[in-house]
T-cell receptor, first 115, second 114 residues
Framework: AQSVTQLGSHVSVSEGALVLLRCNYSSSVPPYLFWYVQYPNQGLQLLLKYTTGATLVKGINGFEAEFKKSETSFHLTKPSAHMSDAAEYFCAVRTSGAGSYQLTFGKGTKLSVIP | NAGVTQTPKFQVLKTGQSMTLQCAQDMNHEYMSWYRQDPGMGLRLIHYSVGAGITDQGEVPNGYNVSRSTTEDFPLRLLSAAPSQTSVYFC?????????????FGNGTRLTVT
């Protein structure tokens, strides 16, 4: 069974500071990994998705994520936080293989940006 | 291009009432799914469909019913609402639902059961 752990339900950073949101996954086979962002009262939007063979994945709005197989991690980063980045972020995993449809989400990390 | 459209946006039900949450997508996606979002719980899969006429259960299917008669529509039925079903419900679709095919989400339905 696959699972996702997001460390920290709430992270606060100052405007202009580095954003680091942590995601660790548990999967018996190499998974497919995603990061989504949710702004208040909206649905989830795709930030980025892992591409097989890549180590660093670039997404929208200046975000990127590094895949580390040895650490089973897919942490999300952004060099310089902007006020508009304040939102909730979800890491998600889908197991590879035929018939594998379920996308499992972490519990989310709410990012606050302090001016 | 509307994407995934959910109606209604808000709903209040009394315990025991039934209702249908509507979901439609105009992207010709084969895969559609329903999630519920509760504080501190992330999103949990209720039911999903890999094509017209095919549905399957997710992680939390009890108390919910679905059908898929067309590619575009995937309604979620609450047969007898309970306070535990108070939640925000999201419909999501994907071209295939497998591999690195991402989900496209609607804006959600906020349901309160009293």
């Amino acid at each position: 069974a696959q699972s996702v752990t997001q460390l920290g339900s709430h992270v606060s950073v100052s405007e202009g500071a580095l954003v680091l949101l942590r995601c660790n996954y548990s999967s018996s086979v190499p998974p497919y990994l995603f990061w989504y962002v949710q702004y208040p009262n909206q649905g989830l939007q795709l930030l980025l998705k892992y591409t097989t063979g890549a180590t660093l994945v670039k997404g929208i709005n200046g975000f990127e994520a590094e895949f580390k197989k040895s650490e089973t991690s897919f942490h999300l980063t952004k060099p310089s936080a902007h006020m508009s980045d304040a939102a909730e972020y979800f890491c998600a995993v889908r197991t590879s293989g035929a018939g594998s449809y379920q996308l499992t989400f972490g519990k989310g990390t709410k990012l606050s940006v302090i001016p | 291009n509307a994407g995934v459209t959910q109606t209604p946006k808000f709903q209040v039900l009394k315990t025991g009432q039934s209702m249908t949450l509507q979901c439609a997508q105009d992207m010709n996606h084969e895969y559609m799914s329903w999630y519920r979002q509760d504080p501190g719980m992330g999103l949990r899969l209720i039911h999903y469909s890999v094509g017209a006429g095919i549905t399957d259960q997710g992680e939390v299917p009890n108390g919910y019913n679905v059908s898929r008669s067309t590619t575009e529509d995937f309604p979620l039925r609450l047969l007898s609402a309970a306070p535990s079903q108070t939640s925000v419900y999201f419909c999501a679709s994907s071209p295939t639902g497998t591999d690195n095919s991402p989900l496209h989400f609607g804006n959600g339905t906020r349901l309160t059961v009293t």
